[in-house]
């Protein structure tokens, strides 16, 4: 089955500066590949979500990048602000098959 | 409004005492599935269902059930709850290969 890892587990930036998140995932039929933002005590939601047909996406500070045939695809944020601190995960998945989530990345921004 | 609802948001329990906890979702997705949210660990899997009476064993199934006797509802059952299953439960819905709509989670504590 498919298996997604993640790195960095933590990540500390200070405000202003870029974080990146890679993944990576082991099943080259997965092809849509979603990332969440998780508050403390609060459930997780979508900021971006990318599929196998695209290289890149982005939506104002985010950005997500893809390598099918590396296998990884990483998340940009750029300009960090303090309420970007939270966990975020990634997660693969396959038409008809099973979200497989990331361990997560806590981030935190230093103001 | 589209959503997915979980009841209850917060349940203490004893060791042993049956309980279940509801999800419900309103915009007819084929696919749910239940996550548990511990400190450090991520969102590990509990169980999934593809589409209604199709369930499929998650990472950490042991001393949980489920059902999914019509699309809309997908109720955790624990038979015997133990202090080890104190957590945060997330219930989560989508249609295929489409972003997760997650649940307000609940908070469970067995005593």
């Known amino acids: 089955g498919e298996n997604v890892e993640q790195h960095p587990s933590t990540l500390s930036v200070q405000e202003g500066d870029s974080a990146v998140i890679k993944c990576t995932y082991s099943?080259?039929?997965?092809?849509?590949f979603p990332w969440y933002k998780q508050e403390l005590g609060k459930r997780p939601q979508l900021i971006i979500d990318i599929r196998s047909n695209v290289g890149e996406k982005k939506d104002q500070r985010i950005a997500v990048t893809l390598n099918k045939t590396a296998k990884h695809f990483s998340l940009h944020i750029t300009e960090t602000q303090p309420e970007d601190s939270a966990v975020y995960f990634c997660a693969a998945a396959n038409y008809g098959q099973n979200f497989v989530f990331g361990p997560g990345t806590r981030l935190s921004v230093l103001p | 409004e589209a959503q997915v609802t979980q009841n209850p948001r917060y349940l203490i329990t004893v060791t042993g005492k049956k309980l279940t906890v509801t999800c419900s979702q309103n915009m007819n997705h084929e696919y749910m599935s239940w996550y548990r949210q511990d400190p450090g660990l991520g969102l590990r899997q509990i169980y999934y269902s593809m589409n209604v009476e199709v369930t499929d064993k998650g990472d950490v199934p042991e001393g949980y059930k489920v059902s999914r006797k019509e699309k809309r509802n997908f109720p955790l059952i624990l038979e015997s709850p133990s202090p080890n299953q104190t957590s945060l439960y997330f219930c989560?819905?989508?249609?295929?290969?489409?972003?997760?709509?997650f649940g307000n989670g609940t908070r469970l504590t067995v005593t």
């Open positions: 989560a819905s989508s249609p295929r290969n489409s972003p997760l709509h």
């Open positions: 099943d080259s039929a997965s092809n849509y």
